[in-house]
């Protein structure tokens, strides 16, 4: 085995090596903040030839998915990347891509929704697209980030699962914070991810008919279908992570992560890049003999219902933070979590959702020493806390 | 007549298992007819007909074939009854007749 190279790249640039490690045929995107730097080092990779791709210039992102779903149907492997506002352009073509069972891997850059106009993170894009029926992935760190695209191919091109799959980076805060990090050698990735094959193609030497219609008769079973498909990717993920590990020695949690959670009372679930700065605030307060712990959520598709349910079993009190809010009720990261605490009868005491980092708002550790503070104080009857 | 004809051996998918991966199957059967709502057929009288083709022409639902030896013939299977052919024809050899009850 070739020793994996160091090597200083953000985030953004993490997934653009990633990506080419690959060894995508078909790259099609659209430009915007903070996706930016994803596409133009895929680029430069393309005219360089360090990367043998085709490397389509579309007008919008509605084009770039599209054009990725067309490689997708004659069996190409592709890739895509955009953000916010895009991501919403492309929210009909996200449908057709999970309908079709195209394994698309893209990277979207979590930023928040005009208007008021802003290019900073906040994850009211994709959380408000759980339904179009990707797996969505949150990455913490720019590692995280360049290991989940070389994952995300192996899982949604798995037979049981050919479900496209989206990760999410932290705009700005992931995308474009530079980290050292392991770059893997292509040897090890060929090895990892062998080259994309699927009978859900145009083949010219068996013709079949390609995004049919099905009528109300059909139609539900090929959603049930891909429901199916969807709740075995939690199966596919533990086991890609295991096959990574021993091959890499990067090790991964599966769907979410939890530190010091079996004899916390007081518990934070979170996602994405913020879990960076909950991290050693845990630390200190557990120096201090504060009982506090973490739960990382890191798929929010497929839900790891089970695993949530039993990470905060013994908890006095849970705050759910996260940068969405749906309006008119609580964040949809805490809708989720309160279904999975209820369907296995876990009942913590205080549940708060902590609702922050809207259009980039920053969110410091003296922050998350408060919301430990919170947890522990009594209940003041608020569920839904803007901090 | 060698145009597709319906394929009435197609057994329709039962259980989940029976459908396919995604949205790709084999090609080229037509398994349902689709004609239900056809008030008048256009019938093409052979005698005034002249083979001019207008009506396979101008047919919306391309269900008037001009494949077969003794000239134009329409699949009812799939014509839906819009009268056009009868209408374009120069001839008035088509005409339409009520399907009755």
Not at chain 1, 79 to 98: D, I, N, V, W
Not at chain 1, 155 to 182: C, K, Q, R
Not at chain 2, 76 to 85: A, Q, R, S, V
């Amino acid at each position: 085995m070739i020793p994996a190279q160091k090597a200083f790249l953000s985030g953004n640039e993490a997934v653009a090596a990633g990506v080419r490690l690959a060894r995508p045929h078909v790259i099609a995107a659209y430009p915007i903040t903070p996706q930016t730097t994803v596409i133009e080092r895929l680029a430069e990779m393309v005219e360089d030839d360090s990367l043998k791709a085709e490397y389509l210039h579309v007008e919008s992102e509605h084009s770039a998915l599209s054009a990725c779903i067309g490689a997708s149907a004659v069996g190409a492997r592709t890739f895509t990347a955009t953000s916010s506002q895009g991501l919403l352009y492309m929210a009909e073509c996200l449908h057709y891509a999970s309908g079709g069972r195209f394994p698309v891997v893209m990277m979207n850059a979590n930023r928040s929704l005009a208007l008021p106009w802003n290019i900073y993170g906040d994850q009211r894009d994709s959380l408000s697209l759980l339904d179009c029926g990707w797996i969505q992935v949150y990455a913490e760190d720019a590692q995280e980030s360049l290991d989940l695209i070389i994952h995300g191919y192996a899982i949604a091109e798995d037979p049981h699962v050919l479900t496209p799959f989206m990760i999410n980076l932290d705009g700005f805060l992931i995308t474009h914070t530079y980290e050292l990090l392991n770059l893997p050698t292509q040897e090890d990735v060929d090895v990892f991810l062998p080259p994309f094959r699927t009978v859900n193609k145009m083949d010219l030497d068996h013709p079949m008919s390609l995004a049919f219609t099905a009528g109300p008769a059909y139609n539900q079973s090929f959603k049930q279908l891909q429901h199916q498909a969807m709740m075995s990717a939690s199966k596919v993920i533990f086991e890609t992570e295991e096959r990574f590990g021993q091959l890499f020695g990067r090790h991964y949690p599966g769907l979410i992560e939890t530190i010091h959670c079996d004899d916390a009372e007081f518990i934070l679930v979170t996602l994405g890049s913020v879990a960076g700065t909950v991290r050693p605030v845990v630390e200190k307060l557990r120096s201090l003999g504060e009982r506090v712990g973490l739960v990382r959520i890191r798929y929010m598709r497929p839900f790891p219902d089970t695993e949530i349910s039993t990470a905060l079993a013994g908890a006095k009190s849970v705050g759910v933070l996260e940068k969405d809010i749906s309006f008119g009720y609580e964040g949809t990261v805490f809708t989720n979590v309160n279904s999975a605490l209820m369907r296995a009868k876990v009942l913590p005491p205080r549940l708060l959702n902590f609702v922050g980092g809207l259009g980039g708002k920053d969110i410091s550790a003296t922050d998350i020493e408060r919301l430990f503070l919170r947890l522990k104080s009594p209940d003041d009857g608020e569920t839904v806390a803007f901090i | 007549m060698n145009y597709p004809v319906r394929q009435k051996s197609f057994k329709p998918p039962k259980v989940l298992a029976d459908y396919p991966v995604g949205t790709a199957f084999p090609a080229g059967h037509l398994v349902e007819t689709n004609a239900s709502w056809r008030s008048h057929r256009p019938v093409i009288d052979a005698a005034k007909c002249t083979n001019c083709r207008i009506c396979w022409l101008l047919c919306p639902d391309g269900v008037i074939h001009n494949s077969t030896p003794q000239g134009l013939e329409i699949d009812y299977d799939y014509c839906k009854g819009c009268g056009i052919c009868a209408k374009e024809c120069r001839q008035k050899a088509i005409r339409m007749e009520n399907e009755g009850v």
